[in-house]
């Protein structure tokens, strides 16, 4: 039995004392009062059984974690129509690029792109009167905790600063790839991206992707091919113009987020959450993904 407990210990302790964190996302004004020394992990096993070092227990925002989230909210009810405006091709590109969306007539790459993100809000506001608060109800169900909540601070300079987002949407409607009002569709994804977690609460949420659709409370959320899928998609589009370096030096499916989160999972044994705000040149934790790197090679689990 590997002893998680050492392990993360000995990869915080390794990592702690680097010199070069990254830089903190300032592009969202909120996120650039983060503290950059910010390091936690946070592991739940597949038994029920958890270990953590560091500052797991601080929230912050998941950012583009949240797409999984969603993803994993619309699929059930829209089953395989979901993939008529959205594919499942890694992009290529960083999270924010148009280009593409252009060259292939309004259908994103990817989930997980914030145009692919995008459309699936768009999906969430049509189906449901109050999208906002059954997101955020799902996320805390997932997590088994009701204190999670939306950073309205962060989702404000979001708002105020995400041009980009609404040059994605409106391109999308351009394309009849979104239903609903553009203001709308990014009010819920500005406050998906904006909820607060830990890594604790991260890895509780996840746990479903672990374990085969069902949540912590066994409550079957996904079917065992839903969460395969979702997994999938995590493994080859869930880092940005990343995602091939870390399943290289990482080897699990996972999702990042700017605010310096990052989730990943072996499917049947674990979740695992770090958070370490400072990001590499592609928008990943920097610290964040030498963790899961050490991690993977120490404990020798990978889903290679």
């Known amino acids: 039995m590997i002893d998680f407990q050492n392990v993360i210990e000995a990869v915080h302790k390794e990592l702690k004392s680097e010199t070069n964190k990254g830089l903190v996302a ?5 996120l650039s009062n983060i503290n950059p020394q910010n390091f936690g992990i946070f592991v739940k096993h597949i038994n029920g059984k958890s270990y953590a070092v560091g500052d797991w227990n601080v929230p912050f925002s998941i950012q ?5 989230i969603s993803l994993a909210l619309v699929l059930p009810i829209y089953k395989n129509s979901i993939w008529e405006r959205i594919d499942v091709e890694p992009s290529g590109n960083p999270f924010n690029h148009l280009s593409l969306l252009e060259l292939e007539n309004g259908i994103p790459r990817n989930p997980f792109i914030n145009a692919g993100a995008i459309v699936i809000a768009d999906m969430l506001v049509t189906h449901f009167k109050n999208p906002k608060q059954v997101f955020l109800d799902y996320v805390r169900d997932l997590a088994n905790d009701q204190t999670i909540d939306f950073n309205y601070s962060v ?8 041009f980009g987002n609404y040059a ?16 709308d569709v990014l009010d819920l994804y500005f406050h998906q991206c904006s909820i607060e977690m830990t890594c604790e609460q991260l890895s509780n949420a996840f746990f479903m992707l672990a374990n085969n659709g069902k949540c912590l409370q066994q409550k079957e959320r996904l079917t065992s091919s839903q969460a395969k899928r979702i997994n999938a998609i995590m493994l080859t589009c869930g880092f940005y113009d990343e995602a091939g370096e ?12 700017v605010g310096g989160g990052i989730i990943a999972l072996l499917p049947n044994h674990f979740t695992i959450a770090t958070w370490s705000p400072g990001l ?24 290679f």
């Open 155 to 162: 989702a404000k300079s979001e708002r105020l600063t995400g």
């Open 168 to 183: 994605a949407a409106n391109l999308l409607k351009s394309f009849n790839n979104l239903e609903n009002d553009v203001e």
């Open 280 to 303: 590499n040149e592609k928008g990943n934790s920097l610290i964040g993904m030498k963790a899961l790197e050490l991690f993977t090679t120490k404990t020798k689990r990978s889903i």
């Open 246 to 257: 870390f399943a290289f030096e990482v080897g699990l499916p996972g999702k990042s987020g």
């Open 26 to 30: 300032s592009y969202i004004p909120e």
């Open 64 to 68: 583009s974690i949240s797409k999984a």
